[in-house]
């Protein structure tokens, strides 16, 4: 079992920056490659980021690369999401996800775990 728990969140301006973090709690962090999907109002889920494991490969949704950076602290237990150049349409609910599966994230945009998400706004 993984826990999972995001902050950091908040109301920003067109080309701010805000940093999200996700604690982790249970079972060895690293185990788990971990990512950061994100739900505008009505609409659907949609992936940002993904890392591996051992945080040496990381991958972008073409929206936000170039803005975005994901990374880990696997002793600290916590993913991060340094996000710069912010705009009006990155305004959403964003969650973290883990699973074991890599895969999984990527391609099925699936996981076992994940948090219970953190409104970001960006607005003027």
């Known amino acids: 079992q993984v826990q999972l728990a995001e902050s950091g969140g908040g109301r920003v301006q067109p080309g701010g920056s805000l940093k999200l973090s996700c604690a982790g709690a249970?079972?060895?962090?690293?185990?788990?490659?971990m990512g950061w999907f994100r739900r505008a109002p009505g609409q659907d889920r949609e992936f940002v980021a993904a890392?591996?494991?051992?945080?040496?490969?990381?991958y972008y949704d073409n929206s936000v690369r170039g803005r975005f950076t994901i990374s880990r602290d696997n002793f600290k237990k916590t993913l991060f999401l340094q996000m710069t150049t912010l705009k009006p349409e990155d305004t959403a609910v964003y969650y973290c996800a883990a699973d074991r599966s890599l895969d999984s994230i990527l391609t099925n945009f699936r996981a076992n775990y994940w948090g219970q998400g953190t409104q970001v706004t960006v607005s003027s």
């Open positions: 249970g079972r060895p962090f690293s185990n788990y490659a």
């Open positions: 890392i591996t494991g051992d945080g040496d490969n990381t």
